[in-house]
């Protein structure tokens, strides 16, 4: 077995909600035969959702914990960081069943903390991946294809 065979590859998918994280993880696992693990948010969520409710801030604990991470041998966890244009994203969420006013109410400041938490915080690879108008087969072709050059890549 090579030594790409061997590495585990981590994808957490983080966004917004009705971005399209829990259906782009479902056609990237049937897409790559479940070669990846994918995780439906993680620690840039964590972090956006901590200073969206005001709970403690866990700057310091999120960014240590991708560091160590990112030191991991035969291991690469990936943020795949998905967004999409406000209007689209509340025209997704009012089609909902579920749907409730609150859930506009923080959308525009969660974006906001998305971008600042990939500029600032983040010590994990991100790939940017923007849902707006793309199909899912073509959003799923999209990241196929940057984790194959990041896993390519010298940058690992």
Not at 18 to 45: H, M, P, Q, W
Not at 105 to 123: N, P, T
Request: glycine share 4%.
């Amino acid at each position: 077995m090579t030594e790409h065979e061997q590495r585990l590859t981590i994808l957490s998918f983080e966004g917004p909600d009705k971005v399209g994280k829990s259906t782009l993880i479902r056609e990237v696992n049937r897409a790559a035969n479940y070669r990846f693990l994918c995780i439906d948010r993680f620690t840039g969520s964590a972090w956006v959702y901590d200073k969206l409710s005001g709970r403690r801030d866990r700057t310091d604990s999120i960014s240590m914990a991708e560091g160590e991470l990112s030191k991991l041998e035969n291991v690469d966890v990936l943020n795949v960081l998905l967004s999409c244009a406000p209007e689209v994203l509340r025209e997704r969420i009012r089609q909902e069943d579920e749907f409730s006013e609150a859930r506009l109410e923080h959308l525009d400041q969660a974006l906001e903390y998305y971008r600042e938490y990939a500029q600032e915080i983040a010590r994990l690879p991100i790939i940017e991946i923007d849902t707006t108008d793309k199909s899912v087969e073509d959003t799923v072709q999209e990241i196929l294809s940057k984790v194959e050059a990041y896993e390519q890549s010298d940058n690992r």
